[in-house]
């Protein structure tokens, strides 16, 4: 959530277009300096959430 407050502080009226990866706004963890398992748990986080934020867009884009 830091470097979406971060964003929206140099960008507030962009409010709109920016959004967590994490569909239930959760933060997926900084795995840098941890174990190859936690790497793996973080990739594994993100590609979840870019697989549904896809799907998001093209819902949005085929409604339009």
Wanted: net charge negative; glycine share 6%.
């Amino acid at each position: 959530r830091a470097h979406l407050e971060e964003i929206l502080a140099f960008f507030p009226n962009r409010a709109r277009d920016v959004r967590l990866l994490d569909p239930e706004g959760n933060d997926i963890e900084d795995p840098a300096g941890r174990s190859q398992i936690v790497y793996r748990r973080v990739v594994s986080r993100l590609d979840a959430a870019a697989t549904l934020l896809a799907g998001g867009l093209v819902s949005c884009a085929s409604s339009s």
